[in-house]
């Protein structure tokens, strides 16, 4: 919502005589605010630092076992797929070469 309908909502609340804004207008002026706190590099900062960083860690910290147990299971994975199409190749050799055709 743009800064000229909100001030235009805030003219219609007082043209009413109600003292009190609605709701909605309060919420929005506390949203505007807090964007406009956000956006200082100062804050950026600490969120960032205070925030941002301490919850990816901790999730790093926890997920990181599970990933390396994954890493592992691929890699036996793909050594054994490559030892049985190593036998498979090296064993059964007319299997893959030509078809005779008996008459």
């Known amino acids: ?9 805030a003219r219609s609340v007082m043209s009413n005589g109600s003292h009190q804004p609605p709701k909605k207008e309060w919420l929005n002026k ?3 605010k807090l964007s406009q706190l956000v956006q200082t590099e100062e804050n950026k900062k600490m969120i960032h630092v205070f925030l941002v960083d301490p919850i990816l860690n901790h999730i790093l910290d926890r997920i990181f076992p599970y990933v390396l147990i994954l890493c592992v299971l691929f890699v036996v994975l793909t050594i054994m797929i490559s030892l049985t199409l190593m036998i498979v190749f090296t ?8 078809v005779q055709i008996s008459s």
Do not use: L
């Not at 919502?1 to 909502?9: I, L, N, P, R, T």
């Not at 064993?91 to 030509?98: D, L, N, Q, T």
């Open 1 to 9: 919502m743009s800064e000229k309908a909100v001030q235009d909502d």
């Open 30 to 32: 506390w949203i505007q």
């Open 91 to 98: 064993r059964v050799p007319a299997a893959f070469g030509a």
